[in-house]
């Protein structure tokens, strides 16, 4: 028997995060999340989706009082679908087809009581940067704000009539691996002109780069991710909550003059810090994290964000751009491998260009559908 239990309390609250630390605690690629990077999402005053949408936690006991499972079940009311489309995240669960079963006939229950339709998970109350997919291929450490899982919730998924909806990559190279001669020959070119230039990005300017990646982003990705537009504010309001880990050898962008054309930002895998932390970040773990971040050197960096305005496209100048960034960092950073925050199946655009940069997939998630109607038919993500 299993019964479900509303997530409530503060002992309830504790034992969603301490449930997964249990279940992988002889798993040596597993890095448990900051406890407070969980609780922000399931806070209505941190998370501005509770604005247009409702979530709820839940725990899974058996009949020892035993916690076997848990997840999180919201609807996003700006989450446009096809159909009306809820969502589950925060899936863990024992090796178990049957409390799998039970778990996500409990979510498809919460979401049809909604006027929901589907279910697509695991994704993330909030933005697709952090904690969306499942990991199909490559069990290897996970990047900050990555989720992580056992082989066995593709089959607890599958098994239970979740489609793959789309599939996310994430590609990742050697820093000092040779960059393609295609590239070298486009920074060679752009090299020439005296219009453009290349600069990393550094915490005295943070207000001058958040207006230029404002604007490149707003130019080159608007017409993605269902039309969503940045805010120059609150790009600054990012770049300020992520100026105590900014390597200002690592963030490049270009320009014409002095128009923002180009970017290609990167952060260190701060996952490479947080695992020995064990989910804390109180002030002890905070002092130890400065300790940590001074004295062990951190071989993992994470490709964020790419971009090239539209009237620069198919120039050449992301070769400029990569190839003056590499040359760079490589004398100024103990950096051995970069890897790319996950790219959709869908962005064939996307992943041309970082196979251009001779990666490899090193890793790969998968976001499900569920269709709660099994007679309709189903639709992978349209492509870009």
């Avoid at 199909?136 to 900050?144: K, Q, T, V």
């Avoid at 994430?170 to 001669?181: G, H, L, M, N, T």
């Avoid at 251009?356 to 269709?371: E, G, H, I, P």
Wanted: charged share 30%; aromatic share 16%; proline share 4%.
């Amino acid at each position: 028997m299993i019964i479900a239990e509303e997530v409530q309390n503060d002992s309830q609250k504790k034992e969603f995060l301490e449930f997964p630390a249990r279940l992988y605690k002889d798993d040596k690629n597993y890095i448990r999340p900051r406890n407070v990077d969980i609780e922000e999402v399931f806070n209505p005053e941190r998370n501005k989706f509770f604005k247009n949408g409702a979530c709820t936690r839940f725990l899974f006991k058996n009949g020892k009082n035993e916690t076997v499972g848990k997840v999180a079940v919201f609807i996003n009311r700006i989450y446009q679908q096809d159909q009306p489309t809820g969502g589950i995240g925060f899936f863990d669960c024992i090796n178990s087809q049957e409390t799998a079963d039970f778990i996500f006939d409990h979510c498809k229950s919460w979401l049809r009581d909604r006027g929901m339709e589907a279910m697509d998970g695991p994704i993330n109350f909030g933005e697709r940067d952090k904690f969306w997919g499942l990991v199909i291929e490559g069990f290897i450490e996970p990047l900050y704000g990555m989720n992580y899982n056992f082989p066995y919730y593709k089959e607890l998924f599958e098994n239970y009539g979740f489609k793959i909806y789309f599939e996310q990559l994430c590609f990742s190279r050697p820093i000092f691996a040779e960059v393609s001669r295609v590239f070298t020959l486009m920074h060679a070119r752009h090299s020439k002109n005296p219009d453009i230039s290349a600069r990393p990005m550094t915490k005295a300017h943070l207000e001058k780069f958040a207006k230029d990646f404002t604007e490149i982003y707003n130019k080159a990705w608007a017409a993605h991710g269902e039309g969503k537009r940045m805010e120059e504010s609150k790009v600054l309001k990012m770049f300020k909550t992520m100026k105590p880990i900014i390597n200002e050898h690592i963030s490049w962008f270009v320009y014409e003059k002095d128009k923002p054309v180009a970017m290609w930002m990167n952060l260190p895998d701060t996952n490479q810090w947080f695992k020995y932390l064990n989910g804390k970040f109180g002030l002890w773990e905070k002092l130890k994290f400065l300790w940590i971040k001074k004295f062990r050197k951190n071989e993992k960096m994470i490709g964020l964000v790419f971009g090239v305005v539209p009237e620069w496209q198919r120039k050449g100048l992301e070769g400029y751009m990569i190839w003056e960034g590499t040359q760079h960092l490589r004398k100024h950073t103990d950096f051995k491998v970069t890897e790319m925050q996950w790219i959709g199946d869908f962005n064939p655009k996307m992943i041309k260009i970082a196979e251009n940069l001779d990666t490899t997939v090193t890793r790969k998630l998968a976001t499900y559908r569920y269709l709660f109607d099994r007679n309709k038919t189903f639709e992978r993500h349209p492509e870009l």
